[in-house]
């Protein structure tokens, strides 16, 4: 079964400091990667997928089979980014598998 | 716009009651799902429905059962509410087909057993 670990609860950077939230999974076959945001007080939402290679909200993930991990990256943190954010995974079919979740605070 | 909506956003129940959640979604979605998020335990699937009538184990059914006798409404079910229940619970829904797509959440029900 698939599993998806992020190793931080909590990140907490400066305002225009870079962020790397890390996300590490376990999967045998060709997994599709996932990051879901909440914001405060707002519904979860899709962030980014791997397969699409985007750039949302300047955050960038990158998969990396022989590490096998998909961290999040932003060069410049932002304070409106702020917010919960999960790394999920699909062994294929429509089922995620969600991480435990990192709480990212951008301070002034 | 996509929409999914949870009947209620604060619940307070006692132990033993039964207590009803409903999720409701207008985008035609043939999947629906059920999560509960517990901090330090992230999102966890109790159920999910590919289609009315079906229905599919998630990570921790136990204690829950579901209900989804039309498209658009999907409910979840505590038979007999016990303290370790209480959860926000998330509804979210998405097309069928394809590899993979996106899921959209409904706001959350704080339910709260006492």
């Known amino acids: 079964a698939q599993r998806v670990t992020q190793p931080e609860k909590l990140l907490s950077v400066f305002k225009g400091a870079p962020v790397e939230l890390k996300c590490n999974y376990s999967?045998?076959?060709?997994?599709?990667l996932f990051w879901y945001v909440q914001y405060s007080r707002q519904r979860l939402q899709l962030l980014l997928r791997h397969i699409s290679r985007e750039s949302i909200k300047g955050f960038t993930a990158d998969l990396n089979k022989g590490e096998t991990s998909f961290h999040l990256k932003k060069p410049f943190a932002q304070e409106e980014d702020s917010a919960m954010y999960y790394c999920a995974t699909t062994g294929g079919g429509n089922k995620l598998t969600f991480g435990t979740g990192t709480q990212l605070k951008v301070e002034l | 716009d996509v929409k999914v909506t949870q009947s209620s956003r604060y619940l307070v129940k006692r132990t033993g009651e039964k207590v009803f959640l409903e999720c409701v979604q207008d985008m035609d979605h043939e999947n629906m799902f059920w999560y509960r998020q517990d901090p330090g335990l992230g999102l966890r699937l109790i159920y999910f429905?590919?289609?009315?009538?079906?229905?599919e184990k998630g990570d921790i059914p136990e204690g829950y059962s579901v209900s989804r006798e039309k498209k658009e409404r999907f409910s979840l079910i505590l038979e007999s509410a016990s303290t370790n229940q209480t959860s926000m619970y998330l509804c979210?829904?998405?097309?069928?087909?394809?590899?993979?797509?996106?899921?959209?959440f409904g706001p959350g029900t704080r339910l709260t057993v006492l």
């Open positions: 429905s590919y289609d009315v009538k079906m229905k």
């Open positions: 999967y045998s076959g060709s997994p599709e």
């Open positions: 979210a829904s998405s097309f069928a087909g394809g590899t993979y797509n996106e899921q959209f």
